[in-house]
């Protein structure tokens, strides 16, 4: 009996893309001699793109889609896919292409060879900006360190068996991290290297901005450790007024004591500043035990194929 490989592609706003990555895509799969299935996740979309995907499954059965009645964002879109597929194993992979098809054989055959997971890594991150390059290096470092497992070159370009898919879709998380949540679950797993190709069509959904909120987003949903900045704040700041209070008593008994207006606005406004990130990171947190304890859906699909 074949191997049945599903290829999960979320897509927002791809219409130029959907038929150059399915065609480039199909050709990879079809040489390595299995059965497939294309699931497209129409992220909410608001151009052709559900429809291109119904043009191109018109002439072939296996090409599916499902469309979010908005934008969920790619993780809930990653997720849908993960949960429509019935493949012995899924690729994850973006619809730009910038994730190349060519290395889905080598894939494969670690697969074969019994990795439960085959994640693909950049050999490098393209023509991304400094900036870019820079944030993304503070995020992974940052997460990695909180969360205990190394991430500092996840992707969403991933082979799973469908042992883990089971397990990943399993999980009740509302907000999950993929990219994080495919390393904790464990299980055996390889790396394979690969360039980052150029986009061939428009450009990138993610604006600086949009990358910062998602930074923080999975920080805080992936680990507690911010919390423990509250305590760590309050313990320095605890150490600090010891000092300068030993410091006061000294020139108060000695009658050195200076008016002390400065340094006490400056204290004020020390411990002030404190409290506030304190209370925003305690705030954070809350909100997103908010989000979980509502358990509305991941998603909303509106429409299949």
Not at 111 to 129: A, F, L, Q
Not at 274 to 292: F, Q, R, V
């Amino acid at each position: 009996m074949s191997d049945l490989i599903s290829v999960i592609i979320p897509a927002f706003n791809e219409e130029a893309m959907i038929k150059t990555a399915y065609n480039e895509i199909r050709q990879v799969i079809i040489s390595l001699n299995v059965d497939y299935e294309f699931i497209f996740v129409d992220d909410g979309s608001s151009d052709r793109t559900f429809e291109e995907v119904k043009e191109v499954s018109l002439e072939d059965s296996n090409v599916h889609c499902v469309s979010f009645s908005r934008n969920f964002g790619k993780e809930s879109a990653i997720f849908a896919g993960l949960k429509e597929s019935k493949g012995n194993c899924c690729v994850v992979m973006d619809c730009d292409l910038q994730h190349p098809a060519n290395v889905i054989p080598e894939m494969y055959r670690l697969w074969k060879e019994g990795y439960e997971i085959v994640e693909g890594v950049k050999k490098d991150r393209g023509k991304e900006s400094i900036l870019y390059r820079l944030m993304a290096k503070i995020f992974y470092s940052v997460i990695s360190r909180c969360s205990n497992i190394d991430l500092k070159d996840a992707s969403d370009f991933v082979l799973m068996d469908r042992i883990v898919i089971d397990s990943l879709i399993s999980f009740p998380e509302a907000a999950p991290f993929f990219r994080g949540l495919s390393r904790w679950v464990g299980f055996r797993s390889v790396k394979v290297p690969f360039e980052v190709s150029e986009r061939r069509f428009g450009n990138s959904k993610w604006s600086k901005a949009g990358l910062f909120k998602y930074a923080i987003h999975n920080i805080t949903i992936f680990s507690a450790d911010p919390l423990q900045l509250v305590t760590v704040m309050g313990v320095l700041f605890i150490i600090a007024s010891i000092f300068l209070g030993g410091e006061a008593l000294y020139r108060y008994f000695t009658q050195t004591a200076l008016g002390g207006f400065t340094t006490v606005i400056g204290l004020i406004l020390l411990t002030g500043g404190i409290i506030m990130i304190s209370l925003g990171i305690i705030g954070l947190y809350i909100s997103k035990i908010y989000d979980e304890v509502k358990d509305r859906p991941r998603y909303i699909i509106e429409k299949r194929i």
